[in-house]
């Protein structure tokens, strides 16, 4: 089955600090690969996306490769702000389901200034 | 830019009661969807809907739980009869539909309180 594991949080950082939130997961087939993020009081928006192997999402300083070997989609920044803060979630959809999403936990990230 | 919409943002009811948690898609999006965050733990999938009729639904959506477009706006998820264990965000979704573009919108959810 489907499934995404990511790290626990919270991830608590400096301003300027690299981040790195790591996410893998399980699918049959080829999945679509997502980072979404939630901002206090706010929705999940869409960070990044990338739709197969190798390719890279990025968006707002942020990146992500999509791995097949290592099934993995790890978020990554070279330098947070204080307004990176937020809850970021891993997801993945079926490259021929696009009916459902299935999320990681969430890492809730802490910049401090 | 589009935007979903959900209300209320917090909901809290007792034991028993039905809540209708509303939501307004993206207007030219075909595909609507409900998910659940119970504290702590994941998002979970809870049903799809298209074309005014769902189209896939997870083993948490039982009997207790129905979703309905009452008009050309809204969606709205009801519960029932709540349960203690119904306590959660809950998130509304849609999708446009077209070829490729699978991406989900969601709205910012509505908290549900169950006394």
Known sequence: GNSVTQMEGPVTLSEEAFLTINCTYTATGYPSLFWYVQYPGEGLQLLLKATKADDKGSNKGFEATYRKETTSFHLEKGSVQVSDSAVYFCALSDKYNFNKFYFGSGTKLNVKP | ?115
Request: aromatic letters at 14%.
């Open chain 2, 1 to 115: 830019e589009p935007e979903v919409t959900q209300t209320p943002s917090h909901q809290v009811t007792q034991m028993g009661q039905e809540v209708i948690l509303r939501c307004v898609p993206i207007s030219n999006h075909l595909y609507f969807y409900w998910y659940r965050q119970i504290l702590g733990q994941k998002v979970e999938f809870l049903v799809s809907f298209y074309n005014n009729e769902i189209s896939e639904k997870s083993e948490i959506f039982d009997d207790q739980f129905s979703v309905e477009r009452p008009d050309g706006s809204n969606f709205t998820l009801k519960i029932r009869s709540t349960k203690l264990e119904d306590s959660a965000m809950y998130f509304c979704a849609s999708r446009w539909g077209g070829e490729g573009y699978n991406e989900q919108f969601f709205g910012p959810g509505t908290r549900l309180t169950v006394l």
